[in-house]
């Protein structure tokens, strides 16, 4: 065991202090939304020149160029954090559409749509769930027919994030009716502003419209616009998913959102109190082992061991957690627990009530639980799927 | 940057696991647990002779002088296998204090037995107090109290504590059994009616509260790890059988109730993992942190381990509640741990206390 990053990967950090020390005046804080105002995208042309966000993208795509390395990446993330500064923009065309991308798509579409997207210039959102096919994605009805140089999209989507700041979706849809429900599926890309598709936002609990439900009423997509091959799309969009599912539940923001919530039981009195103490301190453990846990799956990583099944458990076990965490902090505020923002007396204008609702829908997002559950017992402890009789019936 | 066990700590583990596997299967458990002493000395010398009583004793004593995180890779192979051994007092809390101890005459007695497994020194906490060169006083829940050949006794508390090496056959020392719900590892009732003690037997530790403290917070990390592995020890048994016994025509395994019921085990399980391995790194290394990760430590992997234990012992249904199925050995074992050295509350609250 070994807890210390080594002296090549401390010159490394003086160099990404250094950086920010430089970008002060210019650097946004922690906290942005993925619009993209023209500091962020200011700031995110910044980061991508000095390597700092989309460090891996090969440099004719407009990327940095550097070789993968992940303590460089906890280095950097580290960093911006103890700095209070932003990261740059998160959003699924950047984390999840460019390594799609660079693994499946052709030259032409890798050289238009990357530079843009990791820029900050092109927005994009997810098509993958519809109203009738959530844990079971591979069940979506969306089609699309080839009609001469276009195909022809008819269907719905569902929990589209961004979908109205959007200018491009990147989506599943099946082009092959008969094969069997998981070949029959492409990746397309289209334009949100082509005719005959419609949006329509979706109020989530927390009363912010962070979804959007999708319509597609004979929409043309030009040809070009598939990435891979017709029938791959099950394979081409499940290299990503698995990465927006580590993303969920990630171990480092679960820390910070601990540390607040000890502030919070303190200035509201109660951390003192037995029974508070109590749960803080089986809050902590859990919160702890998540940390150490992180680490030690970053360790396979950078011994390129394959993950193990212990991998499996970061969405379910850290998704729940920090809606935990959120709870007992609203807890510690009694009545003020309630407020909304905008309320007279809320604390952090109502940022613990949101994390409360949003952590709920996380558990939910990207494989529900129970689902989460049955991978890790299928595949984590090798017992048997759910015999087949469900299949005529969901497709 | 590696976080986790090295090749070698990986090595001795499947050593261990491979041995426990051949030679402690539960069966000879079953034997030493039902015998009267509860005891088997050839099976601690055979733990000996694979490196595992003197995994805490220093090399010039005859022992590994290893880490405690290779005691804890060690322990969760006792808990998963229900080892009949109380490896936290006798391979480390006896000898941490004794290694701490400049009473070279009492080192160089009983270090090299415990490394061999030829001496079970049993660990008193609390309870007994020095007036004028004897011991007077009891104390409880002291393990291998009826067979170990010696105890390391704690008189007295905070600063003025005194640590005295009392051997079992010493004139006013009597020992009384007392009957847990686990018998893999035996207690008992020891009692000092003026036992004589002196300079010879006195351990003239330095530092006697902070190196008491932190030798009892390597106990409970072992005993932690103890209870981890007999939760994951718990949910393969578990596993096996819904993978065999077969209702409604199909293997059990395969309902998602009880898929589920495993995951969240697994679930559980995993990340404590992670937790014992840094809270023994941190523990090595004297971080800061180090007391408050053992006090977390404990109390999570108690609950988690008698959550998983609960839990397999019903994917067993009516079975699992019988003497019969083995599953009794771990949810036992777990129930022990559970108590031992502090209960998951006690300890939240001295991690409480224990926070920056």
Same mark, same amino acid.
Request: glycine share 10%; hydrophobic share 40%; proline share 4%.
């Given at each position: 065991?070994?807890?210390?990053?080594?002296?090549?990967?401390?010159?490394?950090?003086?160099?990404?202090?250094?950086?920010?020390?430089?970008?002060?005046?210019?650097?946004?804080?922690?906290?942005?939304?993925?619009?993209?105002?023209?500091?962020?995208?200011?700031?995110?042309?910044?980061?991508?020149?000095? %390597?700092?966000?989309?460090?891996?993208?090969?440099?004719?795509?407009?990327?940095? %160029?550097?070789?993968?390395?992940?303590?460089?990446?906890?280095?950097?993330?580290?960093?911006?954090?103890?700095?209070?500064?932003?990261?740059?923009?998160?959003?699924?065309?950047?984390?999840?559409?460019?390594?799609?991308?660079?693994?499946?798509?052709?030259?032409?579409?890798?050289?238009?749509?990357?530079?843009?997207?990791?820029?900050?210039?092109?927005?994009?959102?997810?098509?993958?769930?519809?109203?009738?096919?959530?844990?079971?994605?591979?069940?979506?009805?969306?089609?699309?027919?080839?009609?001469?140089?276009?195909?022809?999209?008819?269907?719905?989507?569902?929990?589209?994030?961004?979908?109205?700041?959007?200018?491009?979706?990147?989506?599943?849809?099946?082009?092959?009716?008969?094969?069997?429900?998981?070949?029959?599926?492409?990746?397309?890309?289209?334009?949100?502003?082509?005719?005959?598709?419609?949006?329509?936002?979706?109020?989530?609990?927390?009363?912010?419209?962070?979804?959007? !439900?999708?319509?597609?009423?004979?929409?043309?997509?030009?040809?070009?616009?598939?990435?891979?091959?017709?029938?791959?799309?099950?394979?081409?969009?499940?290299?990503?998913?698995?990465?927006?599912?580590?993303?969920? %539940?990630?171990?480092?923001?679960?820390?910070?959102?601990?540390?607040?919530?000890?502030?919070?039981?303190?200035?509201?009195?109660?951390?003192?109190?037995?029974?508070?103490?109590?749960?803080?301190?089986?809050?902590?453990?859990?919160?702890?082992?998540?940390?150490?846990?992180?680490?030690?799956?970053?360790?396979?990583?950078?011994?390129?061991?394959?993950?193990?099944?212990?991998?499996?458990?970061?969405?379910?076990?850290?998704?729940?957690?920090?809606?935990?965490?959120?709870?007992?902090?609203?807890?510690?505020?009694?009545?003020?627990?309630?407020?909304?923002?905008?309320?007279?007396?809320?604390?952090?204008?109502?940022?613990?009530?949101? !994390?409360?609702?949003?952590?709920? %829908?996380?558990?939910?997002?990207?494989?529900?639980?129970?689902?989460?559950?049955?991978?890790?017992?299928?595949?984590?402890?090798?017992?048997?799927? !759910?015999?087949?009789?469900?299949?005529?019936?969901?497709? | 940057?590696?976080?986790?066990?090295?090749?070698?700590?990986?090595?001795?583990?499947?050593?261990?696991?491979?041995?426990?596997?051949?030679?402690?299967?539960?069966?000879?458990?079953?034997?030493?647990?039902?015998?009267?002493?509860?005891?088997?000395?050839?099976?601690?010398?055979?733990?000996?002779?694979?490196?595992?009583?003197?995994?805490?004793?220093?090399?010039?004593?005859?022992?590994?002088?290893?880490?405690?995180?290779?005691?804890?890779?060690?322990?969760?192979?006792?808990?998963?296998?229900?080892?009949?051994?109380?490896?936290?007092?006798?391979?480390?809390?006896?000898?941490?204090?004794?290694?701490?101890?400049?009473?070279?005459?009492?080192?160089?007695?009983?270090?090299?037995?415990?490394?061999?497994?030829?001496?079970?020194?049993?660990?008193?906490?609390?309870?007994?107090?020095?007036?004028?060169?004897?011991?007077?006083?009891?104390?409880?829940?002291? *393990?291998?109290?009826?067979?170990?050949?010696?105890?390391?006794?704690?008189?007295?508390?905070?600063?003025?504590?005194?640590?005295?090496?009392?051997?079992?056959?010493?004139?006013?020392?009597?020992?009384?059994?007392?009957?847990?719900?686990?018998?893999? $590892?035996?207690?008992?009732?020891?009692?000092?009616?003026?036992?004589?003690?002196?300079?010879?037997?006195?351990?003239?530790?330095?530092?006697?509260?902070?190196?008491?403290?932190?030798?009892?917070?390597?106990?409970?990390?072992?005993?932690?790890?103890?209870?981890?592995?007999?939760?994951?020890?718990?949910?393969?048994?578990?596993?096996?059988?819904?993978?065999?016994?077969?209702?409604?025509?199909?293997?059990?395994?395969?309902?998602?109730?009880?898929?589920?019921?495993?995951?969240?085990?697994?679930?559980?399980?995993?990340?404590? $993992?992670?937790?014992?391995?840094?809270?023994?790194?941190?523990?090595?290394?004297?971080?800061?942190?180090?007391?408050?990760?053992?006090?977390?430590?404990?109390?999570?992997?108690?609950?988690?381990?008698?959550?998983?234990?609960?839990?397999?012992?019903?994917?067993?249904?009516?079975?699992?509640?019988?003497?019969?199925?083995?599953?009794?050995?771990?949810?036992? $074992?777990?129930?022990?741990? $559970?108590?031992?050295?502090?209960? *998951?509350?006690?300890?939240?609250?001295?991690?409480?206390?224990?926070?920056?």
């Amino acid at each position: 065991m070994d807890l210390s990053y080594g002296p090549e990967y401390e010159e490394f950090r003086r160099e990404v202090r250094a950086f920010l020390d430089a970008h002060k005046s210019v650097a946004p804080p922690a906290a942005i939304g993925l619009e993209g105002s023209p500091q962020v995208r200011d700031w995110q042309k910044r980061l991508v020149d000095g %390597g700092y966000a989309s460090r891996t993208v090969p440099r004719q795509y407009g990327g940095f %160029g550097a070789k993968p390395d992940l303590l460089q990446n906890i280095i950097i993330d580290e960093e911006f954090r103890r700095a209070g500064v932003s990261r740059g923009m998160a959003n699924q065309g950047i984390s999840m559409f460019v390594p799609t991308l660079l693994q499946y798509g052709n030259e032409d579409q890798k050289l238009r749509y990357i530079g843009p997207t990791i820029r900050g210039e092109m927005i994009w959102c997810q098509g993958y769930s519809e109203p009738g096919s959530g844990s079971d994605l591979a069940s979506l009805k969306t089609s699309a027919v080839l009609d001469g140089d276009e195909f022809v999209i008819n269907g719905q989507k569902i929990w589209t994030s961004t979908a109205r700041e959007a200018q491009m979706m990147f989506a599943l849809v099946r082009t092959e009716p008969d094969a069997p429900k998981h070949e029959g599926i492409s990746y397309l890309l289209v334009d949100m502003k082509a005719p005959g598709l419609t949006i329509r936002p979706l109020v989530m609990m927390t009363g912010h419209a962070g979804f959007n !439900e999708v319509f597609f009423d004979n929409v043309r997509v030009p040809r070009e616009n598939l990435i891979g091959r017709r029938g791959q799309g099950w394979e081409v969009g499940k290299a990503t998913l698995i990465h927006e599912r580590n993303m969920l %539940g990630a171990a480092d923001q679960t820390e910070n959102s601990y540390i607040r919530c000890v502030d919070v039981l303190r200035d509201f009195g109660v951390l003192d109190n037995a029974v508070y103490r109590d749960r803080l301190m089986k809050i902590a453990a859990r919160t702890y082992a998540m940390k150490f846990h992180s680490m030690r799956m970053l360790t396979d990583r950078l011994k390129k061991r394959p993950p193990d099944a212990a991998a499996l458990i970061m969405k379910l076990n850290g998704c729940q957690l920090n809606h935990d965490i959120a709870k007992l902090a609203i807890d510690a505020m009694a009545e003020t627990g309630t407020l909304k923002r905008g309320s007279r007396h809320v604390r952090a204008d109502g940022a613990w009530q949101n !994390e409360y609702m949003f952590q709920l %829908g996380l558990i939910i997002g990207g494989g529900t639980a129970q689902i989460q559950k049955n991978i890790i017992s299928e595949i984590g402890l090798g017992m048997p799927r !759910e015999p087949k009789a469900a299949r005529g019936a969901s497709r | 940057m590696d976080f986790g066990l090295s090749d070698d700590q990986t090595l001795f583990q499947s050593s261990l696991r491979g041995f426990l596997g051949e030679k402690v299967p539960t069966g000879r458990v079953r034997t030493i647990m039902e015998s009267a002493s509860g005891h088997d000395a050839s099976l601690v010398q055979q733990l000996g002779e694979q490196g595992v009583t003197g995994i805490l004793v220093p090399a010039e004593y005859g022992g590994t002088g290893l880490s405690l995180l290779d005691a804890a890779v060690a322990a969760e192979e006792l808990g998963r296998a229900a080892v009949p051994y109380s490896f936290h007092a006798a391979a480390v809390l006896a000898p941490l204090l004794l290694a701490a101890s400049s009473n070279e005459a009492r080192k160089s007695e009983w270090l090299p037995r415990i490394a061999e497994g030829r001496a079970t020194l049993g660990a008193i906490v609390a309870g007994p107090e020095v007036r004028d060169g004897r011991l007077s006083g009891s104390a409880s829940f002291v *393990p291998d109290a009826a067979v170990a050949s010696a105890f390391v006794v704690r008189c007295g508390s905070g600063p003025s504590a005194q640590f005295h090496v009392v051997p079992r056959t010493a004139s006013g020392l009597r020992v009384e059994a007392l009957s847990t719900i686990d018998d893999t $590892r035996r207690v008992g009732e020891v009692f000092f009616d003026g036992v004589a003690v002196d300079a010879g037997t006195n351990l003239e530790i330095a530092d006697a509260s902070a190196g008491f403290e932190r030798a009892l917070d390597a106990a409970r990390i072992v005993l932690a790890a103890d209870s981890l592995g007999a939760a994951e020890r718990s949910l393969d048994e578990a596993v096996k059988y819904a993978l065999t016994r077969e209702q409604f025509g199909r293997v059990i395994g395969s309902f998602q109730a009880v898929k589920h019921m495993c995951a969240e085990v697994f679930a559980e399980i995993e990340p404590l $993992r992670s937790l014992l391995w840094y809270a023994a790194f941190a523990w090595d290394e004297r971080r800061d942190d180090a007391p408050m990760m053992a006090a977390l430590l404990k109390s999570h992997a108690c609950e988690a381990a008698t959550e998983a234990t609960t839990t397999c012992v019903q994917v067993y249904g009516g079975m699992g509640f019988t003497y019969e199925c083995d599953m009794q050995l771990w949810f036992k $074992r777990a129930g022990y741990n $559970r108590q031992m050295l502090g209960s *998951p509350a006690a300890l939240r609250e001295l991690a409480a206390a224990r926070m920056s």
